[in-house]
């Protein structure tokens, strides 16, 4: 019994010893800050079948259907544009980069 038990202990030490490595390193983590840079985003305003763009030089203007589908895209080209749409009666969704509008032509 004696010799079992040395056995047990002996063998216990080893799992023990060998499951955490003395001259492991420690592990080293780097964490940078990212940058996040705020644009300012664009402005929509609907007036009738016209909509006026700011803030939106060089993004397009895309106008989808309520099935999802998109019916006509506009080209952004200064910073504050006007754009006529040419759309049949109905509701739309106005997208420019991030910002999503409703919109309802009569």
């Given at each position: 019994?004696?010799?079992k038990n040395s056995?047990?202990?002996?063998c216990c030490a080893a799992l023990l010893t060998l499951g955490t490595p003395a001259l492991a390193a420690p592990m080293v983590?780097?964490?940078g800050v990212a940058e996040q840079i705020d644009e300012p985003a664009p402005q929509l305003s609907v007036d009738?079948?016209?909509?006026?763009v700011?803030?939106?030089?060089?993004?397009?203007?895309e106008a989808v259907s309520m099935t999802g589908r998109v019916v006509a895209t506009y080209k952004i080209e200064g910073a504050a544009q006007r754009i006529e749409l040419n759309l049949p009666k109905g509701?739309?969704?106005?997208?420019?980069?991030?910002v999503v509008r409703k919109v309802t032509v009569r």
């Open positions: 019994m004696n010799r056995l047990m202990a002996l983590m780097e964490m009738g079948n016209t909509v006026s700011q803030g939106a030089a060089g993004m397009t203007l509701c739309y969704i106005l997208k420019v980069g991030k």
